[in-house]
């Protein structure tokens, strides 16, 4: 099923914007059978559906219905149904039940879309030079571009417990393998410094205030960890040496059965990797990815070094052009680029907490970030499944510590001046 | 999606009936939308996806492979995916993960069934004289019409987790209200009975031998137990007293928050009951339906009376004519009759067991109903949801004691001479 | 510590047999250590001072507080802590906290023991001769004497879970081996017989009413199953072939990891039990105990043969005299006999309901019975740590079939004329 | 029962250390009936008995074992017995079960205790000026000080699970109530300071390595907060409104069902609060006490204030003198002093992580910290049962953000120049 076509006479700037992104969260389900859009594989995961009604409820719920004179709601009970977490808005569905909402149908949704899409227009007609309104919709736009990744994220997961292991999309030619140039890592000496979103534009709340630093002198790897040192450590027993482990990432370990990332099967003594096109062979130059900050962190320990904080790696991204792997729906599986952003999400040490300052914006939107500030660690950087645009150098992603369906990856860091111990 | 049609110009008996069965679970599906075909609400409901596809394994499995020379499996995996529980065939798929197989799709799985039947046709022109054959085929069409019953139990119960309680077809007009006449109890006199299937029709291994019982002095309501009398019972604080109720009973009562029976909803002071056609207003006289063995068990002590034992109910049936209300996908809801068959399925205090000198049948189709007994009660009479033609007086339906999601209700019984205490 | 004495001018009969069973329980509480009297090691087992404390608040509820004028509660929570599952009594403690009480102290329990007894002889010097009261006391005496059962397993399993299994006494020098004689089975012919309590002497009351019930030809062995015939069973995959197994035992055995009897332990290729003297070699021809229903019900199905039903046991019993190995506390370990009672009770394939015209006491002591008759399984015969006096041929035993740690095992049967094959 | 005394001929220093801070644990225990020894309310208590135990195999295996020529081990399966948490030391018995080890006895782990502390002075003798060992030793006490904390934070909740509400001492005289004086809040100016431990006394390796941070201005307020505050924030709806909740304490609050601080009791509309004294009546002006992270931090944002970092409260801690309520086992309950240490632990905002060039001590007695620092908040200060002399501004206790049953309270903080919004 295509998604429907949006057309309008209007001119460019907010309203193209608006429309490249809503119609390129449909593009992303143009792979999917119908059958796809419920799935729920885990209670951490929304089904696609799911995610296409949520992002429309976001605009429906935070500017059309209080911003537009005579806005008619598609549907009395979707708010109900498609508001994710924003307890002063109201009640709403059970996360874990969301694969269970098989009315209203796929078709439905879309309708939805288009109900909703057609109000934005007028009311970008006649609001559109409101910067109230426009930070709230750019806001929903960046909401949708989260949900965009979210949506392949947990498609990958979804696709992988059926033992069938259906793709995504047929796989393409495998990219050649590039061998790692020797290059230098960024090193940055101790000081005071200064992090977090300050300027004009779009950031979320929690990336600010801009706040002082003081940091020791360090070293940042140029490369992203690669399957290949990755293999190595579970070769010398990384799976099987708590000493290496934090206490509760060893506990888990031991009662999921970790012996490798996410996604690895082993088959006739050949690591092969679930991708979103499919069962391919392991590349060992490629990135590792879907690791757990559990395993990140041991493998750094391992390996004698560390993970940078937040802002080490933000210090050093600050001179970094803002390049690096994308979403690209062709090809949407890690690649070694030597770029500081992109591929993989870079797990740091850093505890997500809030920056010297922070205040949450007030009403139901400040539920954004905020509290979600305990038991996270920060990721930073992007990744394959990230859209264009949707990452900056202060950008903290977040999970929790044992979280592996995101493209969770990580580089290394050291203190200067130490020797690694291997 | 409307099921692709099977044609043939093969001659009736076998072949007419074989069609006719499989061609009525497909019927049963045209209400549902293709969203609805993967639900799994629960792990002991399957998706409607799952009971077409399974059905058409059990031919696949048991009379293709072994039989048809040449036969070609529609698909290696299905084995796997769609085997229900039968051990000795070899792994399968964890059962409460049937919900999250997104593909095979459903017309994959409408292409199933066509492969199949088309095999069982030339499998019937080869071998259709052919009485182990017969008899197995004849199992898997009394099979088919189990999971005929399941489908839409199960179909009511992944609706009702919906909050916006999708119908499976739009509700009808209410059928005129019966008031019951006053009718004489079925009265048994004490005296060795036979009980138990062994004739020559078909019948499941469970329903035999013929053996006999020692019977004494009883009567039995010639009514199902109503809604109004259940009514009664909530009111005078059914759900509130613990001495009506088995100590297991409460505490599932307790942990589940049980104060009605499944699919009551009260709304403004007025019961709602949740059927496959909709919220419809509870009607007094209508069976009461949806309990479990705890809730009717515990009615009966509170009635004073008690619940029949299987035998005492086979007795009476053996000189009743088959006739009831049985699935007519019109009005898929149970209605009071008059009639010993029907409408609900009849909990009996019956825990599900052998009779004597019972022998499962040898290889994997033995391990049809033997491996169930424990800890599940037997219920007796076919409902509103049982295809026509598939109930027996020797009949016997078993579900674990706190089951409500099954059509299941009660007929209440005494020890002939003894003064019930209401 | 010694318990405290009991001395007592009065003379003889109920009283003699009230001192002897109430002191007969603290006999068996001599070997344990303090620390032992509050061990719960699972939710289904009580701390031995949970069960002296239990049996003595039965009688303080049951016959002081209603039948003394102007007993004084010992302590006005005890009723509370100490109720096991009377709703009709009140609230009371929940059961998997039992172990948690550490206050009041043991000591404290004796002194409530010393309380209560000497109430209990007021009581009986003033009304020992009203036929209520007696049947009451009676009926606390063989409540008593059950948790002297309870006592001895729930030790035995509360001592499995420590590391260094302890032992409730000192192993004895182990009994001569004993070869076992020939023996014919015990033969049945089919008819109608009369099974269940009907007569003078105390039963419970789930043993009546008396009644009749067909029997068709059988044989019952006139052995119990021994530890060697089961590593048979064992060592041709037993715990490994599904098709042994109903279906609900074949999941708690992967669930569970059985692959062996519960208290089994293999060192150095040999086999050792976990006893009340501590760990001893397994003896080939002691009885085999500690078996699950399912464990059994699968041995016998291995072996060809089936459980009788507990009227087949019962039809059996009333012929023999009422001989076997029971409690002596210096050597509480199963041994065989050849007695059809005692040593091991036997599981049969009987699920635990309510004979015809069964009606449980009026009032809380109907409590006792009735409303455990839901996923239980019945035993016969009584065993080695069933206190003396307290077993007879209709006396009903049950368990959920998953139990282990009560002392249960097994008795072949077959329907006579049919041909074992093995 | 009375700990075994403790008698040696021996001089000062290490030696009156070793015996001072070994006998205080004994001393503690002297309330305690032999019953309690063995109590485990919850996974995360420990009966006395094991930190008896746990803390003398502390020195047995770092001290004795590798150290003392000739040492004797007291039993061998006690290192499985009583080792905590330390892998590499090898395996142990399961966390959760610690309450089940009814033997050894109370009598034999004195015994134990005995055992050791006679090599620990032979050591002592022979290796007294080792700085090795003495650093060990030192370690050793350390860590049996923090035990005597949790002996009884754990006996405090033991207590709580059995409704007789046992008091571990007698009630004292309530304290003369103190009203708050007017006091100035500290206050510190932005800029650069140092933190953490550098210096030659003993510290925790997480305590160090001191290092630079940078510190924006603050108040931090002279009083903790107090009862009478904290019920000012449950009239006002605190535990009812999601907006003062970080996300996943409100999931915590309504799973759990909180609606006030662990221990307190409403009874007849006034609050009791369960202390190691028994029941008392809630003082206004006492600190609170037994709160989350997740309580601590909904209070400030109530408050419109904020919780301290850990190096904002280090930094004024630095100024301040080693002073406030401390263990006293005659009055094991918080009050307000004015102090800034002392009474409850403080919740930081501070998440527990490892300062900039942290590494953990090689070996074994390296798992005593660094493997626990993720999803844990730090906490400072010490608390009414924290030992004398346990305590250093650069000292980091931490707790995961929902744990209860710890004396942890609050001290406010804001950001300097920001008005509160209260």
């Known amino acids: 099923m295509l998604p429907p076509p949006l057309t309008s006479p209007l001119p460019a700037s907010t309203l193209q914007r608006y429309y490249a992104i809503r119609q390129f969260s449909e593009r992303l389900c143009v792979p999917l059978e119908l059958e796809d859009y419920g799935l729920q594989a885990m209670p951490d995961v929304s089904p696609p559906k799911w995610h296409l009604a949520h992002t429309t409820w976001f605009f429906e719920t935070f500017l059309l219905e209080p911003h537009l004179p005579g806005y008619r709601l598609f549907h009395p009970q979707f708010g109900y149904l498609f508001n994710s977490y924003y307890e002063t808005v109201g009640a709403r569905h059970p996360r874990p039940q969301r694969g269970m909402i098989s009315r209203p149908t796929v078709r439905e949704i879309y309708q939805y879309r288009v109900h909703v899409d057609e109000a934005m227009v007028r009311l970008l007609e006649q609001r559109g030079d409101c910067p109230e309104l426009s930070a709230l919709i750019e806001l929903g736009l960046h909401h949708e571009q989260q949900h965009q990744e979210l949506l392949l994220m947990d498609t990958k997961f979804n696709f992988s417990v059926n033992p069938l292991l259906p793709a995504y999309q047929s796989a393409p030619v495998p990219p050649p393998r590039e061998d790692l140039l020797e290059v230098n890592p960024y090193r940055v000496a101790a000081g005071l410094y200064e992090i977090g979103h300050g300027g004009k534009g779009f950031a979320f709340d929690n990336e600010g205030p801009r706040h002082q630093v003081f940091l020791q002198d360090y070293e940042l790897d140029p490369y992203l960890v690669t399957n290949q040192a990755y293999l190595e450590f579970m070769q010398e027993g990384g799976y099987q040496r708590p000493e290496l482990w934090l206490s509760e990432g060893w506990f888990i370990l031991n009662q999921e059965g970790w012996s490798a990332p996410l996604y690895w099967h082993r088959q006739d003594q050949i690591w092969q990797v679930m991708t979103l096109m499919g069962l391919q062979r392991l590349h060992p130059q490629e990135p590792v990815c879907h690791l757990s900050y559990f395993e990140a962190e041991a493998f750094a320990r391992w390996k004698g070094k560390r993970l940078p904080t937040e802002a080490e790696w933000e210090v050093v991204a600050q001179s970094q052009s803002l390049q690096g792997q994308f979403l690209d729906p062709s090809y949407p599986h890690p690649r070694q680029t030597g770029a500081l952003y992109g591929s993989v999400w870079q797990w740091t040490q850093s505890p997500y907490s809030s920056y010297p300052?922070?205040?949450?914006?007030?009403?139901?939107?400040?539920?954004?970030?905020?509290?979600?500030?305990?038991?996270?660690?920060?990721?930073?950087?992007?990744?394959?499944?990230?859209?264009?645009?949707?990452?900056?150098?202060?950008?903290?992603?977040?999970?929790?510590?044992?979280?592996?369906?995101?493209?969770?990856?990580?580089?290394?860091?050291?203190?200067?001046?130490?020797?690694?111990?291997?």
């Open 357 to 422: 300052g922070f205040q949450p914006v007030p009403g139901a939107v400040g539920e954004y970030n905020g509290k979600f500030m305990c038991n996270q660690f920060v990721l930073r950087g992007g990744c394959c499944v990230t859209p264009q645009g949707h990452i900056r150098s202060t950008y903290r992603n977040f999970f929790p510590p044992q979280a592996r369906w995101q493209f969770g990856g990580l580089r290394l860091c050291r203190d200067a001046g130490s020797d690694p111990q291997v």
